[in-house]
């Protein structure tokens, strides 16, 4: 399964100290060099170390964006990360990309692309045992990655979990 990240799921996972779950549900993840840039800046040192171990394991992998164009075309309306995220899943016809933000999600879905995010990636762990706690992991992606999640879908999903 190829699957392209943004920046936002790797950083939040890695602050909870759950980027192993990346690495479970899809055995590797790439990122464009934007999404590369954002997570050598990342606040949270243990994140940051666990993102470079990930890195050096070549499970999660920098490529870069060969059309520029697609990605000038996003950019007019996405953050950086988004934008060549999104212009590689693409590019390299991913199955999965991972987006947290809402314009990207939308923009990824108009371009007919498969969406998920880090509420989604705590879901299939919770469904396939590798979790015990959803609410939990979300109680932590809040307190300590400063995560946001809307009432509307964080009930939709702890009910999809049976929690």
Not at 9 to 13: A, F, G
Not at 85 to 89: D, H, S
């Given at each position: 399964m190829r699957v392209v990240s943004n920046t936002s799921?790797?950083?939040?996972?890695a602050a909870i100290g759950r980027l192993d779950l990346?690495?479970?549900?899809?055995?590797?993840?790439l990122v464009p060099e934007a999404v590369a840039r954002e997570l050598e800046n990342i606040p949270h040192p243990?994140?940051?170390a666990l993102i470079e171990q990930a890195i050096r394991e070549s499970w999660i992998r920098i490529q870069a964006v060969g059309q520029e164009r697609i990605i000038r075309l996003l950019a007019s309306g996405l953050h950086p990360g988004e934008a060549e995220?999104?212009?590689?899943?693409l590019e390299t016809g991913a199955d999965i990309v991972l987006l947290d933000e809402r314009d990207g999600r939308s923009m990824a879905v108009?371009?007919?692309?498969?969406v998920t995010g880090v509420p989604g990636v705590l879901l299939r762990?919770?469904?396939t045992a590798g979790i015990s706690s959803l609410r939990s992991e979300l109680e932590a992606l809040r307190s300590t990655a400063?995560?946001?999640i809307?009432?509307?879908l964080e009930e939709e999903i702890l009910k999809s979990a049976g929690e």
């Open positions: 799921p790797v950083s939040n996972l990346l690495r479970a549900q899809f055995r590797e993840v243990s994140a940051g995220a999104i212009a590689l899943a108009r371009l007919g692309l498969r762990a919770k469904r400063g995560f946001f809307a009432s509307r």
